[in-house]
């Protein structure tokens, strides 16, 4: 294979790491703050985008007025989530607040074909066409859209970043992941913290389910299922105890797949994942991660 075709193909996928980078981010926020993996992530992005595409192809509404209904309904959905069942369960621990979330897929998977069908929606991408262009001789071309959703997921992710380093709420988010206790100790009111990391975890969640399916085309309720899991994943590779480190992992995940698809198609999945394994074995606490040591 050829540079060009590598490059080529890294620029194909890019928007899928934007896409990742910003489920990934949701997972993130939630495990920080309130000490748990929501598996229910997916499922709360995938109600948000449903409600875009049935607003906007079946009632005839404004595009982006239905898009940000279906953010606004998953940013509602997580604060609900938080306050009124994980809340609730304060006091069992993580593998319980799991199951909690586990029930919610069941849930919500059972209610999304109720309410909105069971017969995939269209949604059609916000720009048509490549851009063609040259580097050192090499002819590459990136779709339009994709390069709408790499915008739009660094802009996204730069907002985030810098909301959690220079912002009241950034330096609560940071205190409550290092210690709920003694932020609460500080004055930090630790649930208004969890409550936002929750509705920012459904917000973004829906953001991406709207960016992959303005370039799949449709909309499914099956359809972030592979997200989450990459998600999880990047979040294991570059480790849970950053904030950079998942990021890092959602932009190998799917580029990597992509690459080594060009050798060996077949096996790409399995390969990607068991170098990721390896990686894991090597070092635990992910590619960024940090060991944290207690003292007692």
């Known amino acids: 294979m050829t540079l060009q075709s590598i490059i080529q193909t890294i620029l194909s996928n890019l928007h899928l790491a934007g896409i990742l980078a910003l489920a990934t981010m949701g997972i993130l926020l939630v495990f ?9 992530q997916g499922m709360m992005a995938t109600i948000g985008v449903f409600t875009a595409a049935v607003l906007s192809t079946r009632l005839g509404v404004n595009r982006f007025v239905a898009i940000a209904a279906g953010i606004l309904l998953s940013f509602i959905i997580g604060i609900f989530i938080d306050t009124m069942i994980i809340r609730k369960a304060k006091n069992i621990n ?8 586990m029930g919610l897929v069941i849930v919500i998977t059972a209610i999304l074909p109720l309410v909105f069908g069971t017969i995939p929606l269209q949604f059609g991408r916000f720009f048509e066409g490549n851009l063609n262009f040259s580097i050192a001789g090499m002819n590459l071309f990136i779709t339009k859209n994709g390069l709408f959703i790499i915008l739009t997921s660094a802009t ?20 409550t992941a290092a210690s709920e206790t003694v932020a ?3 004055g930090i009111n630790t649930r208004v913290i969890t ?3 929750w509705s920012l975890a459904g917000a973004l969640g829906a953001t991406a389910a709207i960016l992959l399916a303005s370039q799949t085309g449709s909309v499914e309720s099956t359809m972030m299922i592979s997200t989450q899991v990459n998600g999880f994943l990047a979040s294991v590779l570059g480790g849970f105890s950053s904030f950079y480190g998942p990021l890092v992992g959602a932009v190998i995940i799917p580029i990597g797949k992509a690459v080594i698809a060009i050798y060996n ?3 790409s999945g399995v390969i990607l994942y068991s170098l990721v394994l390896l990686a894991v074995l090597i070092k635990p606490v992910g ?8 003292k007692v």
């Open 32 to 40: 920080k703050t309130s000490f748990t993996t929501n598996f229910a």
């Open 195 to 197: 409550a936002m990391s």
């Open 94 to 101: 993580v593998i319980g607040k799991q199951m909690i979330t």
């Open 156 to 175: 996204i992710l730069g907002a985030i970043y810098a909301a959690l380093n220079f912002t009241k709420w950034g330096l609560g988010v940071r205190a």
């Open 287 to 294: 590619l960024f991660g940090k060991k944290i040591s207690k």
């Open 265 to 267: 198609s077949m096996w």
């Open 184 to 186: 609460a100790m500080m």
